[in-house]
């Protein structure tokens, strides 16, 4: 079968292996180059530098590629929020996406039957043997249910949980020495064991289905599968099938500009307005979770992966554009400590200060009366500005230990937002979306339309 | 003429005594099987299972002299049912080796499922060396005899087509060993669904047929 890796690598061992092998190699290639960097001039520093980053980013890809199972999500996270790496190795863990072994047609059945008690033709009208799509630690068949519904079901590869659990044993082993630096903080991996320990509860998905339906119903291009809580368990979600195109194939048909600033308007809307409404974020931005359709509605899939947001976020764009932190040290540490968490202490967050000053100035005009308008075609002069502040701003994010679990998914799902809108090309009023965002009728708020997101898993 | 007739009458009837004979033993295993899945295997009683057959419990033993017999019965028929199962299934035919045997294994677990204690109670005697179950005893030798030549056509047809180098009936006894052992595992599995058996069932499987394919350099 195409699904099944011949190069796969099975069981406990192997992947304990590589893992540990990974992390060494980084941690050890890392301490390795602070090390020479006492001893080189700045010229040849950047050169080191590049040559390191260079050579971890391949081994990060080739040897997460080859884990490809819930290590690899780990350490795509990783390797995003200590941002070692450069934008190209970014952008491409960005895409990458976690996936469980694949199941031919009689585990997915054994699965299914293992979960609900009766094979899955017993159940459905139709049921596809063949999956059509990979998913988060599972993959997905196509589907009609006994009232003629088509439909979607997401079967989980079996005891994957228990997989995660033993693999997070293992890299908290082999990320011994980042951890004792500090470099990487144990709260950074159980931020992100949490979130992957909440991918494999699918009835949990379920909850997150029926919140974001309810809570994005006021964006009426919005389409999102509703679960069929009567076919669904903790390791098979089955959900109204939504149709669309990836974004790869809707540009093969070269749609207008007009066309490309509407999606990317919408794609902004429905971020805000899961972040600033909702406060909770769909927080895997993975293309393919995309769904397009020529009239331009959006479909959005997999909320496996949900991100709570307990800060403000509006009140952070604020300090942004008004630079709160030049009024007094007060406002400049209430900033600090919303932006990089309470325990950072103060002289050591201020060093970013400056750094922070020039991205300010080029994403956030002084004028705070005008439009924020952004040309994700992208302005190479401005986006080589960009990336190199960006650059020095992780450098100095790791240095000096900012790095804050709180931001982890936030951050892969503004990273994957970002890659998506230069993808479409789409010229943004981003004033106006916030505008529109802040000003629309709450939804559930006075209504009840909808619960909090359920709790996390411990 | 009238001799021959005579003979053909005493085939039919020996024949006829023999398929009601083969009738009784399933209705005993029937009634057997259903006692162990609802009293468990401990707490049923020859007499239950007698009455329940509609048989005297002395005609009982002249059908199985002890439990074990009946547990070596049970597994033949098992067997015949998953060869016939497969000879069936078009779809698990078709199918790469590795899913085949997979499907194999699973489909039997499946039907030993309901009987998930008996079938532990007669693993613990089977390790006897003296208890007929054993894998070495003669009584059970047909059987295996059936199970690897079963298992030797499935891997002799990939061989055939190429899906990996020839191992010969090495790999049938190989694989016995491997399904005797997953039935252990599965049989201590605690886990919902017995979901980790299905996991270490997979996994085995494809690291086999990798290593078959590629040799040892992983």
Redesign the interface.
């Known amino acids: ?1 195409g699904l ?1 890796n ?1 190069n ?4 406990a061992v ?1 992947r304990g292996y590589r893992l540990g092998k990974l992390g060494f190699r980084l941690v050890g290639s890392y301490v390795g180059y602070q090390a020479q960097n006492l001893l080189l001039g700045e010229g040849e520093r950047a050169q080191r530098r590049a040559r390191f980053q260079q050579k971890a980013s391949r081994r990060v890809r080739d040897e997460l590629a080859a884990l490809k199972g819930p290590a690899m999500k780990l350490g795509q996270l990783l390797s995003m929020q200590t941002e070692m790496l450069p934008e190209e190795a970014l952008r491409e863990l960005a895409n990458l996406q976690m996936r469980a ?1 694949g ?5 997915a059945r ?2 299914f ?3 609900l008690g009766k094979y899955p033709e017993e159940m459905f009208r139709e049921f596809d ?1 063949e999956p059509f799509a990979a998913a988060s630690l599972g993959q997905v068949h196509r589907a009609v249910t006994r009232d003629g519904e088509k439909a979607a079901v997401k079967i989980q ?4 949980r ?2 995660i659990e033993n693999d997070f044993k293992l890299l908290r082993s082999a990320t011994l020495p980042g951890q004792l630096s500090g470099h990487v903080p144990a709260a950074l991996l159980d931020e992100i064991q949490r979130g992957i320990l909440e991918e494999t509860d699918y009835l949990r998905e379920a909850d997150n289905l029926e919140f974001f339906g309810k809570g994005l119903s006021g964006l009426e291009y919005v389409a999102i599968p509703r679960a069929h809580r009567e076919l669904t368990t903790d ?1 098979v979600l089955t959900m109204s099938y939504i149709e669309g195109e990836t974004l790869s194939d809707l540009l093969k048909r070269k749609p207008s500009q007009a066309f490309r600033d509407l999606l990317g308007a919408r794609l902004i809307e429905m971020y805000e307005t899961q972040i600033q409404r909702l406060k909770a974020l769909h927080a895997d931005h993975h293309p393919g979770n995309y769904l397009f359709q020529p009239n331009g509605s959006v479909g959005l899939i997999d909320f496996g992966c949900v991100k709570r947001i307990s800060f403000d976020v509006s009140e952070l764009r604020r300090c942004y554009r008004r630079r709160t932190w030049r009024e007094s040290e007060a406002s400049a540490r209430r900033f600090l400590a919303l932006a990089y968490g309470r325990s950072v202490p103060y002289a050591r967050a201020r060093k970013i200060l400056p750094l922070l000053e020039q991205w300010c100035d080029i994403l956030y005009p002084q004028d705070v009366t005008a439009d924020l308008v952004i040309d994700f075609r992208g302005d190479p002069r401005l986006e080589s500005k960009l990336k190199e502040i960006r650059q020095q701003h992780r450098k100095r994010v790791l240095q000096d230990k900012l790095i804050n679990p709180e931001f982890a998914f936030l951050m892969r799902a503004d990273l994957g937002l970002h890659y998506l809108l230069r993808e479409l090309g789409a010229t943004i009023n981003i004033s106006e979306v916030w505008r529109r965002v802040s000003t629309a009728p709450a939804v559930g708020r006075h209504g009840c339309a909808f619960r909090a997101p359920p709790k996390a898993v411990t | 003429m009238k001799r021959k007739t005579g003979r053909a009458q005493a085939r039919t009837t020996r024949g006829k005594r023999v398929e009601n004979k083969e009738k009784t033993r399933r209705a005993i295993l029937r009634a057997a099987l259903e006692l162990f899945a609802g009293k468990g295997f401990y707490h049923t009683t020859t007499k239950a299972i007698s009455r329940k057959a509609g048989i005297a419990e002395g005609t009982l033993f002249n059908y199985f002299e002890t439990k074990e017999d009946l547990a070596l019965y049970f597994f033949e028929q098992e067997l015949v049912e998953v060869i016939e199962w497969y000879e069936r299934d078009r779809r698990v035919k078709r199918a790469a080796l590795a899913e085949k045997l997979f499907a194999i294994i699973h489909h039997f677990l499946e039907r030993l499922a309901p009987y998930e204690e008996f079938i532990g109670a007669v693993y613990l005697r089977a390790l006897a060396p003296a208890s007929k179950l054993s894998p070495w005893s003669l009584q059970t030798q047909e059987r295996n005899l059936r199970y690897l030549r079963f298992i030797r056509g499935i891997l002799a047809e990939a061989e055939a087509a190429g899906e990996f180098p020839p191992v010969g009936d090495f790999g049938a006894y190989a694989f016995g060993l491997f399904h005797l052992a997953i039935i252990t595992y599965w049989l201590r599995d605690r886990s919902r669904g017995k979901e980790q058996t299905l996991a270490l069932l997979d996994r085995c499987l494809k690291l086999g047929a990798h290593v078959l394919r590629k040799g040892w350099d992983w």
């Open positions: 079968m099944v011949k796969e690598k099975s069981g192997a072994p199941m031919h047609a009689s585990l054994a699965q039957k293992s979960s043997p590869y079996p005891a994957i228990s997989a390791r």
